[in-house]
């Protein structure tokens, strides 16, 4: 059977399945990552920030947190959402003030299942296909840690 990842339904029972799910990881990020359970309209709580927002694909193993959002409609602030949930994805690990460590890597995935046409404009439109953004503090030598 043969289903349109645009149909929210389908996309969401193709993601859940377990190994469809780490197959698609290791496909897109290149990293293997062993899940039991994997979260459709993932919300937290208590919320994070001020936006009480929801994750359509969520899944999480020891040190990773994974993140898959489908969007049909396109939209010139898709970057800025984006990276609020990433963001806020890394944020939510901190339980007190006396913890700071971000103890899992985050990945958010965004699959567009419609041709680049901004339905909403408030800005200036980004229309480059992949965009990869990496937090990870350099030495001046240019050594990651």
């Known amino acids: 059977m043969l289903g349109n990842l645009d149909n929210e339904v389908i996309f969401k029972k193709a993601f859940t399945n377990i190994t469809v799910f780490k197959a698609f990881v290791l496909d897109i990020l290149g990293i293997e990552i062993e899940v039991d359970k994997i979260e459709t309209e993932k919300k937290f709580d208590p919320k994070i920030g001020y936006v009480d927002f929801e994750l359509d694909i ?3 193993s020891i040190d990773k947190r994974i993140c ?3 969007q049909r409609v396109e939209y010139d602030h898709h970057f800025d959402r984006f990276l609020h949930y ?3 994805l890394i944020a939510e690990q901190q339980k007190s003030s006396k913890e700071y ?3 899992q890597t985050v990945y958010v995935i965004v699959v567009l299942t419609a041709p680049y046409k901004i339905s909403e404009k408030n800005g200036k439109a980004i229309l ?3 965009l990869l953004l990496k ?3 350099q030495t001046l030598q240019g050594n990651t840690i």
């Open 68 to 70: 898959i959002e489908i």
């Open 128 to 130: 480059d296909e992949v």
């Open 58 to 60: 969520f899944a999480e």
């Open 86 to 88: 990433f963001l806020m």
């Open 135 to 137: 937090l990870n503090p």
């Open 101 to 103: 460590n971000i103890d």
